[in-house]
């Protein structure tokens, strides 16, 4: 049996077109009716034909189409909220949704038939050449990705060899520059001092050769009680490029009357490491004091030079 044609007794679509068309039916009346009957009371004037009775007449006509309405109205919610209509109209709605869900069934079922029609008319021998064309294409491309992850971390392996080397490199280099030193100790003496200042990677010597204050290198700030050396930015001499220089100025000294006294900051150690030796080969007693950058500059007093290192 075909449930598709099977209709049911009472055909809720027309019942409820016929209620709706009636209900409008007699609004709209009962709408013409009082315009009408605004529009006469309104120009009463201009229509002097009409008698009161007429008037009258209509609007009890529109009284009683409004009491028809009201009781259709009644009579439709009563029935709208009836069970029985309840259930019809959810199963209308339920009819509805399966419509539909076949409907895109049908559609599905189309086009997998068409898919399946596709694939049926092609020649199973090139369908299968195709598929082992895309496996072996598949399979390329997974040993491409293999070989570059091995290459990745063959890569990965040889950079953490290569750190691992310079780490101990860069270790073997401090360890090379770092070198257990004994800081000199203050003992008396009858030999001129001469200082020396390191700063900057560079060398300034506080006195010429001729004993005279180095203005050159050197800005100095005269107080009551100090003479303050700041030494200038890219001036003094680099003991590293121009050793003969400094080896010069070494050797105008009189080993057995000078005393040098290096005043070392901490970022021109190298530099005075080099002078040292300079001074070493001319037979000239050294001695030597750490400074850091935030002591500040030299002062030289009657009693030798501030700050006093830490």
Same mark, same amino acid.
């Given at each position: ?58 609007? @009890? ?6 009491? =028809? ?63 082992? @064309? ?11 990705? =293999?070989?570059?992850? @091995? ?12 750190? @691992?080397?310079?780490?101990? =490199? ?141």
């Amino acid at each position: 049996m075909n449930l598709r044609r099977q209709r049911p007794n009472d055909s809720l679509d027309m019942l409820l077109d016929t209620m709706c068309n009636t209900f409008g039916g007699i609004i709209l009346l009962a709408v013409l009716v009082t315009l009408l009957t605004s529009r006469e009371r309104h120009g009463s004037a201009a229509t002097a034909s009409d008698t009161q009775e007429m008037l009258q007449r209509r609007l @009890a006509l529109a009284q009683g189409n409004l009491q =028809q309405a009201v009781q259709l109205q009644t009579t439709l919610q009563a029935k709208a909220n009836d069970d029985r209509w309840k259930t019809q109209v959810s199963l209308l709605a339920t009819r509805q949704q399966i419509q539909d869900e076949i409907k895109a069934i049908r559609e599905l079922v189309a086009q997998n038939a068409k898919e399946l029609e596709a694939t049926s008319s092609t020649n199973p021998a090139e369908r299968m050449k195709s598929l082992n @064309a895309q496996l072996t294409a598949a399979q390329v491309k997974k040993l491409e990705a =293999q070989n570059r992850l @091995a290459a990745s971390q063959e890569n990965a392996q040889r950079l953490n060899a290569r750190l @691992a080397g310079l780490e101990k =490199q860069a270790a073997n280099l401090v360890n090379e520059s770092q070198r257990q030193l004994r800081l000199p100790k203050e003992h008396e003496t009858g030999k001129r001092v001469t200082y020396i200042i390191a700063r900057y990677g560079r060398i300034y010597t506080c006195r010429n050769s001729d004993l005279s204050r180095n203005e050159t290198d050197i800005e100095w700030t005269s107080t009551l009680t100090s003479e303050i050396a700041v030494p200038k930015l890219g001036k003094g001499i680099d003991p590293n490029a121009n050793a003969a220089a400094l080896r010069t100025y070494f050797r105008n000294q009189s080993g057995n009357s000078v005393y040098m006294a290096f005043c070392v900051f901490e970022d021109s150690f190298p530099a005075f490491l080099r002078a040292k030796q300079l001074a070493t080969e001319s037979r000239l007693a050294y001695g030597w004091d750490p400074f850091q950058l935030s002591d500040g500059p030299v002062s030289f007093g009657p009693v030798g030079h501030t700050p006093k290192p830490q």
